[in-house]
């Protein structure tokens, strides 16, 4: 595991479903799939301008058009050989980049509940998203397709008595027409099981088994359903084989994630002994008891926007890259033998990238 600037840390650490046939596990595909991995979007536009401290934050739509060059043009590269003059210890050193099956998103598509106004309307957050974010042609599009999950500034924020939940549905709409397969309306990209309750879901890359979790797996905030049971169920069908898993949700085991109530600060931060303020250690322990037993190559999750993360955690690989919007990515392969995991961030409007930390690990 290498790291530049101390970007790499080691912690410590029912309902409806749509499914289609589960893979027969006998004659499982060889695996070798290349994919990205993006968080925290934010895109922010309100109406003709952009909601209140987004330009002195750096959510502009610039910025996301940065970001979007980068990852449209990851195919021209090679996968690093060196970092800081010591070598990756990647598998994959010097290969060309293959083309991704997908960006995988890990929440926060929006900066506050998809933009919309206090009358009901389409949000021109989720628009702004939709018009960079959903598969397409040209330079102001990305060209891969995007699997989506939504984190907290999706999701928490209350309409106006009584549509109390119309932020949080257009959000969930916008996953639903997506992913979730239909026999009236066809997906872009279908899953292979959805969680109609929670809105997770669930595919198959080859023999590569990926879950999107939204916030969080077993969440129940703001009249969310959990996906506990149903991911349980899900890794039964498709992961028994021992074939390699990959979740993706919005919070993790970062500090920023694991914050609580600080009664003296009167705040959340890291040193709080009160109520959580994103995820419980009750709700965790509930979570990776769910994946006892399989062969899980990593978690990546979004949330905190400025340090790139590969850590270690309750005996899990933990990725997390650096705010979409700040021009952050994973850059991630699988095979049936090994997983290269490198973080990358946009180096310039050209569609350059730098690489910043990397890790490599055989699969079981």
Not at 316 to 335: C, E, M, P
């Amino acid at each position: 595991m290498f790291s530049r600037r101390s970007l790499v840390m080691t912690m410590l650490g029912g309902a409806t479903a749509y499914a289609l046939p589960r893979p027969t596990f006998a004659a499982a595909p060889a695996t070798d799939v290349t994919f990205l991995v993006i968080n925290d979007i934010h895109a922010c536009r309100m109406g003709d301008t952009l909601s209140p401290g987004c330009l002195d934050e750096g959510k502009t739509d610039e910025n996301l058009l940065r970001h979007i060059r980068a990852l449209n043009g990851i195919t021209s590269g090679r996968w690093p050989e060196a970092m800081d003059s010591m070598p990756t210890g990647l598998r994959s050193a010097g290969q060309p980049i293959a083309s991704p099956r997908g960006v995988v998103a890990c929440g926060d598509l929006t900066d506050d509940g998809g933009g919309q106004t206090a009358e009901r309307s389409e949000g021109t957050q989720i628009r702004q998203f939709s018009q960079r974010y959903q598969q397409g042609s040209g330079d102001d599009r990305i060209h891969f397709p995007v699997y989506v999950g939504l984190g907290n500034h999706d999701l928490d924020q209350d309409g106006r008595p009584p549509d109390l939940d119309w932020y949080r549905d257009e959000l969930r709409d916008y996953v639903r027409l997506n992913h979730k397969p239909s026999a009236f309306f066809k997906a872009p990209h279908p899953a292979d099981n959805y969680h109609e309750a929670s809105d997770s879901y669930s595919w198959n890359w080859q023999g590569l088994h990926l879950v999107q979790m939204q916030r969080f797996a077993g969440d129940t905030r703001k009249g969310a359903a959990s996906a506990l049971a149903w991911l349980a169920a899900d890794l039964k069908s498709f992961a028994a084989d021992g074939r390699p898993v990959v979740l993706f949700q919005h919070y993790g085991w970062d500090h920023f994630s694991l914050e609580r109530w600080d009664p003296a600060a009167r705040t959340f931060d890291a040193d709080g002994s009160g109520d959580p303020h994103w995820w419980s250690d009750e709700e965790r322990h509930a979570f990776i008891a769910a994946l006892g037993g399989y062969n899980v190559a990593a978690i990546f999750h979004g949330h905190e926007h400025d340090t790139p993360m590969i850590y270690t955690a309750d005996g899990f690989d933990i990725v997390k890259a650096t705010a979409a919007y700040k021009g952050g990515f994973a850059l991630v392969r699988i095979t049936d033998d090994f997983m290269d995991v490198v973080l990358g961030q946009a180096s310039g409007g050209d569609g350059s990238v730098a690489f910043i930390a990397a890790h490599s690990k055989l699969l079981a």
